[in-house]
C-alpha cells in the first residue's frame, strides 16, 4: 500500500487547496501539521528533511517529496484514481486549467497575498499597525483581478477552466477566502464570485468548511472585536 504524507497547515492558502483535493478525492493520506504560527517550517530539521524553501505545502508519497502546490496537484491528480475533471486528460480541456494556474501566481495570488500580509501578518510579527497606504495599494490592486476574474475567467461558464470544477477552483477559493483576515471579504463584496464561492463550497462539503474552519473562527473572532 502506498504511503502519502501531506505537509500543511490550515491558514496557508495553497495548503488548503492540497488538503481539500485529498479530502474530496478520499485519497488515503497522512496530514501533518506544521504550525506556522509557531513558526515550525523555519526549524532546522523541517528544512533539511521536509523543504529547504521552508513552506508549505509539501508531499512525500513512498520517500518521493514534491513541493509546490500547483505540481502537487498535478501529481496527485495524475497518480491517484480521481475524477478526470480535476485535471483533465485531453489536451485541450487540459490547458484551460493550466491556463488560469500560470495567470494566478501573479494576479490573484500576488495582490490577494500582499494585502493580506500587510494587513495581517505584518502587524502581528512586528507589533506594529500596518502602513495603511501600501495596504490600499495592493488591495486597488487586488480588486482589480477579482474583476477580471468575474468578467474573463468565470464569463459564461461556472467554474474557472468550464463546466466542472477543477484544481485552478481549489486554489481560487483558497486564495479568495483569506483576505477575510486582512478585513475584505471577497463574498460580501462581489456578488459573482460569492455565487461562484458557493458553487465550489457547496461540491466540496463537508470538507469545505473543515478545511476553512480554523480561517473563519479567527475571522469572526476579529468581527466582534471591531
Not at 485519497?27 to 521552508?54: F, R, S, W
Not at 495567470?103 to 494587513?119: C, D, P
Not at 483581478?145 to 486554489?171: C, H, M, Y
Request: charged residues 25%; contains cysteine.
Amino acid at each position: 500500500m502506498s504511503s502519502l504524507k501531506i505537509y500543511v497547515h490550515p491558514l496557508s492558502q495553497p495548503a488548503r487547496a492540497v488538503m481539500l483535493f485529498c479530502r474530496a478525492n478520499s485519497i488515503q493520506h497522512e496530514e501533518k501539521i506544521v504550525d506556522l504560527v509557531k513558526g515550525a517550517q523555519h526549524n532546522e530539521e523541517y528544512a533539511k528533511t521536509i523543504n529547504p524553501l521552508k513552506k508549505v505545502p509539501v508531499i512525500e508519497h513512498d520517500g518521493f517529496f514534491l513541493k509546490e502546490s500547483v505540481a502537487i496537484l498535478r501529481y496527485l491528480a495524475r497518480t491517484f484514481p480521481v475524477p478526470d475533471n480535476w485535471f483533465p486528460k485531453d489536451s485541450v480541456s487540459q490547458a484551460k486549467v493550466d491556463e488560469y494556474l500560470e495567470w494566478q501566481h501573479l494576479n490573484v495570488r500576488t495582490f490577494g497575498t500582499l494585502y493580506f500580509a500587510e494587513k495581517y501578518i505584518v502587524p502581528r510579527t512586528t507589533k506594529q499597525p500596518p502602513n495603511e497606504k501600501r495596504a490600499a495599494n495592493f488591495l486597488k490592486h487586488y480588486i482589480a483581478v477579482l474583476n477580471q476574474v468575474e468578467t474573463i475567467w468565470l464569463k459564461d461558464r461556472p467554474f474557472l477552466a468550464g463546466q466542472d470544477i477543477s484544481i485552478a477552483d481549489l486554489l481560487a477559493a483558497a486564495e479568495m477566502e483569506q483576505t477575510v483576515l486582512g478585513g475584505y471579504d471577497v463574498k460580501e463584496n462581489h456578488p459573482k464570485l460569492q455565487e461562484y464561492l458557493e458553487r465550489v463550497r457547496g461540491g466540496l462539503q463537508p470538507h469545505y468548511d473543515d478545511v476553512h474552519s480554523m480561517l473563519n473562527k479567527i475571522a469572526s473572532k476579529m468581527k466582534a472585536t471591531q
